[in-house]
Structures are given as C-alpha cells and as structure tokens.
C-alpha cells in the first residue's frame, strides 16, 4: 500500500496562473491557531508569499486547527513548493527556537476549473466558522478575508 501523501500528491498539477484551494492542518490537529497571534502570523505568511510574488490570494480562512486557503499561483515553483514555504516560514517564527512539529505532512489541494467555481469555493472557505459552530456571523471572526467581501452575504 502507498503512503497516505502519495495520494495526495498523485494528480497534482503546479501550473502558473491557475486558481487553487488548500487546505493544510496542524500536527495531530493541534488548535494552535485558536491563538489570536499564532493565526496572525500565519496570515503574515500568506502575505508575504503575495507580496514576494508566488500567489494572489483569493480568500483564507485559519481554523483553530488547520487552514483554508484559495489563491492564484503566480510562479513556476511547484505547488508543494509554495505551501512548504508558507508553512516554514509559520514555523520559524513561531518557533524559532524550538524543534517540535506544527504541521501535518502534506496537504489536500483542489484545482479550480472556472469562475464560478472559485466564487462557489470561495464562499465556502469563507462561510468555514460559521459552519464549525465557532461564530455566528462571519464578521465576528478575525482570522479571515476574501477579495470578494461585498459580493456574498456570509450569515
């Protein structure tokens, strides 16, 4: 039997321009994220891979225990690349000086095939919180955002 990240990785295609959905948990599904700085830092990681020009993101959204994330690869970089160095980066800072894991191996990726897809799966990583019991209105959660803000009603 091949290993669990084998099937994930077995279909996967990294192609510049195209949209993607991730979703990547901590290790052992630890809530690490329920901290209000550790999920800021991990949205810090998700801007500096904009703004150093390997993704546009779409929306996220950080769960206690894993993310969301829909962007646009804008490299050449394999996907697996890009999400590694989200998630080193997120580590390091917050860990700097300790060895112990934060991530789960791997991640669950989807391409999106057309617009209406990524507005349908926008609005779901969006609408996560709610669905989880976590909130009951999407502006009461901090650890968000979707470049479609106005477009949907999230409650």
């Known amino acids: 039997m091949k290993p669990h990240s084998y099937k994930l990785r077995q279909h996967r295609q990294s192609c510049i321009n195209n949209y993607y959905s991730v979703t990547t948990c901590t290790h052992l599904r630890t809530k690490l994220f329920e901290d209000f700085y550790s999920a800021r830092t991990l949205i810090s990681s998700l801007k500096h891979s904009d703004s150093n020009g ?84 999407l502006g009461n959660y901090p650890h968000w955002d979707c470049i479609y803000l106005n477009s949907y009603e999230y409650d």
């Open 54 to 137: 390997l993704t546009q993101t779409i929306c996220f959204v950080i769960m206690p225990d894993h993310m969301h994330w829909l962007f646009q690869l804008k490299t050449q970089q394999p996907l697996s690349s890009v999400i590694a160095k989200v998630k080193g980066r997120t580590s390091f800072l917050l860990h700097k000086d300790k060895k112990e894991k934060i991530w789960q191996t791997g991640f669950y990726d989807s391409l999106i095939r057309d617009e209406e897809h990524l507005l349908h799966q926008a609005r779901y990583i969006a609408a996560n919180p709610i669905r989880a019991g976590i909130v009951n209105n």
